[in-house]
T-cell receptor, first 109, second 117 residues
Framework: GQNIDQPTEMTATEGAIVQINCTYQTSGFNGLFWYQQHAGEAPTFLSYNVLDGLEEKGRFSSFLSRSKGYSYLLLKELQMKDSASYLCAVMDSNYQLIWGAGTKLIIKP | ETGVTQTPRHLVMGMTNKKSLKCEQHLGHNAMYWYKQSAKKPLELMFVYNFKEQTENNSVPSRFSPECPNSSHLFLHLHTLQPEDSALYLC????????????????FGAGSRLTVL
């Protein structure tokens, strides 16, 4: 079967760095997405990786290794507003999105 | 308005009620989606419409009935629901439901929180 694994919850300190991991086993691969979802709000698109390597976008970076079926989202200089759930999703060979259950990130002062 | 708008934001209904969820997008997108989001579970894709044609129905019970009158509007009609149907129902849109993964970035609405008593 197809599967996406990510930690259920993580805690980090304001101003620090946190890495949220995502591992996947899917039928084929057509890209990996990260979304951010604040409580009670819509998920919003953060990043898309289809080639191996690191994509940097301000304080957020996303890394992909297709051979390892692995990605991470790196958040630097954490702010209280970064408290949210982070959803990992992989597009399989049929262009279907397979979703992880999300990682709830708690930022403490 | 811009983006994807869902109404109502909250809905409480009994098992014998009939209600509808509405979704509207002002992004000029051609594909619209209904997802179910339950606590600590992955998003579950329910229905996909591409250019107003239903292209996906993920074995969803018939008590959920989608309607897409045009590419900007999507409805989810609810009838004789069960308590386990209580969840957040998310609508999303994208440029197209096809290859070219980069065009499949989803824009979500804030969701309709449904409670079935």
């Amino acid at each position: 079967g197809q599967n996406i694994d990510q930690p259920t919850e993580m805690t980090a300190t304001e101003g620090a760095i946190v890495q949220i991991n995502c591992t996947y086993q899917t039928s084929g691969f057509n890209g990996l997405f990260w979304y951010q979802q604040h409580a009670g709000e819509a998920p919003t698109f953060l990043s898309y990786n289809v080639l191996d390597g690191l994509e940097e976008k301000g304080r957020f970076s996303s890394f992909l290794s297709r051979s390892k079926g692995y990605s991470y989202l790196l958040l630097k200089e954490l702010q209280m507003k970064d408290s949210a759930s982070y959803l990992c999703a992989v597009m399989d060979s049929n262009y279907q999105l397979i979703w992880g259950a999300g990682t709830k990130l708690i930022i403490k002062p | 308005e811009t983006g994807v708008t869902q109404t109502p934001r909250h809905l409480v209904m009994g098992m014998t009620n009939k209600k509808s969820l509405k979704c509207e997008q002002h992004l000029g997108h051609n594909a619209m989606y209904w997802y179910k989001q339950s606590a600590k579970k992955p998003l579950e894709l329910m229905f996909v419409y591409n250019f107003k044609e239903q292209t996906e129905n993920n074995s969803v019970p018939s008590r959920f009935s989608p309607e897409c009158p045009n590419s900007s509007h999507l409805f989810l009609h609810l009838h004789t629901l069960q308590p386990e149907d209580s969840a957040l129902y998310l609508c999303a849109s994208s440029q197209g439901d096809s290859g070219n993964s980069g065009a499949n970035v989803l824009t979500f609405g804030a969701g309709s929180r449904l409670t079935v008593l």
